[in-house]
């Protein structure tokens, strides 16, 4: 079956604009992560979805970051006035089962420039 | 929160050697361990994982073990291949902390023919 697919697939933004990432999930995978990869490091953890309610948004840096599921299933990460320490790779995954026993399968990344 | 560690962080290898990365981890409530495969450009890719109930997972070439006293786990790739290059992350979650996995740096595997 498909895997978890992301959209764009690359965005390049000037300092200040709002974009949106958007990440379909693997059909019938109600778990729903997004991480952040910075060139060199491990990806790190931003927010995790059950449904359609984020269950831990601990790893989002500060208030300019928010993430939707309104439906369960494709999940939007929303960045507002973003600054060039946002560029990176935004990587989502999805898993059958919540956390941590839920094998987690990412999708291709997201990589945002801002310039 | 939880904190892992990696080593090496490069790493090379004769073709047809083995290869060993080690990672530890801080929260001792983790309880899953996973392991990823990140070619250039490419997404992270699961190649095993475990479990604390435990201690060894094989997989053809490829085990992974497991020493929840000393919270430290790796990754063993036997008669290793061209098609082995690439960085390796381990990771760990279950613990008192965050939902999502936690990362080590990563291992850049390089192997020479």
């Known amino acids: 079956g498909a895997g978890v697919s992301q959209t764009p697939s690359n965005k390049v933004t000037e300092k200040g604009k709002y974009v949106e990432l958007r990440c379909d999930p693997i059909s019938g995978h109600t778990a729903l992560y997004w991480y952040r990869q910075s060139l060199g490091q491990g990806p790190e953890f931003l927010i995790y979805?059950?449904?359609?309610?984020?269950?831990?948004d601990s790893g989002l840096p500060n208030d300019r970051f928010f993430a939707v599921r309104p439906e369960g299933s494709v999940s939007t990460l929303k960045i507002q006035r973003t600054e060039r320490g946002d560029s990176a790779v935004y990587l989502c995954?999805?898993?059958?089962?919540?956390?941590?026993?839920?094998?987690?399968?990412f999708g291709p990344g997201t990589r945002l420039t801002v310039t | 929160g939880e904190n892992v560690e990696q080593h090496p962080s490069t790493l090379s290898v004769q073709e047809g050697d083995s290869a060993v990365i080690k990672c530890t981890y801080s929260?001792?409530?983790?309880?899953?361990f996973p392991w990823y495969k990140q070619e250039l450009g490419k997404r992270p890719q699961l190649i095993i994982d475990?479990?604390?109930?435990?201690g060894e997972k094989k997989d053809q070439r490829i085990a992974v073990t497991l020493n929840k006293t000393a919270k430290h786990f790796s990754l063993h790739i036997t008669e290793t291949q061209p098609e082995d290059s690439a960085v390796y992350f381990c990771?760990?979650?279950?613990?008192?902390?965050?939902?999502?996995?936690?990362f080590g740096k990563g291992t850049h595997l390089i192997i020479q023919p």
């Open positions: 990771a760990a979650s279950g613990g008192g902390g965050a939902d999502g996995l936690t």
């Open positions: 475990i479990r604390s109930n435990v």
């Open positions: 929260d001792s409530a983790s309880n899953y």
């Open positions: 995954a999805s898993s059958l089962s919540p956390p941590p026993a839920g094998e987690q399968y």
């Open positions: 979805f059950q449904g359609t309610g984020a269950a831990d």
